[in-house]
């Protein structure tokens, strides 16, 4: 077991959840983290990531309603979801990257290490 992510849940449309992602083994500050979901019947997709530095890339659905933070006394990574709706009903993935650059935060083959996943309902 590498990354482990964890806060998922059943939420109404409108509520909010907080994913976490954490890592025994690997200090997470060192890395690039991103989170990517998974709809039922659709491919894996980006949603947000923060780079080693703290910048923040956002897939365009989320603007606005989904963040991403480190605690790094933690060694967690967070994602913040509000305003959620029943399009973001999915598996939520996080993982981590060593090097990535600016311009593929959103490929996930710029991603080392993986977590197991953990899912989000969203009721209408």
């Known amino acids: 077991v590498q990354l482990q992510a964890s806060g998922g849940g059943l939420v109404q449309a409108g509520g909010s959840l907080r994913l976490s992602c954490t890592d025994p083994r690997r200090t997470l500050s060192n890395y690039n983290m991103g989170w990517f979901r998974q709809a039922p019947g659709k491919e894996r997709e980006f949603v947000i990531a923060?780079?080693?530095?703290?910048?923040?890339i956002y897939e365009d659905s989320v603007k606005g309603r989904f963040t991403i933070s480190r605690d790094n006394a933690k060694n967690t990574v967070y994602l913040q979801m509000n305003s959620l709706k029943p399009e973001d009903t999915a598996v939520y993935y996080c993982a981590a990257g060593a090097t990535i650059a600016s311009i593929q935060f959103k490929l996930q083959r710029s991603y080392d290490y993986w977590g197991q996943g953990t899912q989000v309902t969203v009721s209408s």
């Open positions: 923060i780079s080693r530095s703290g910048e923040i």
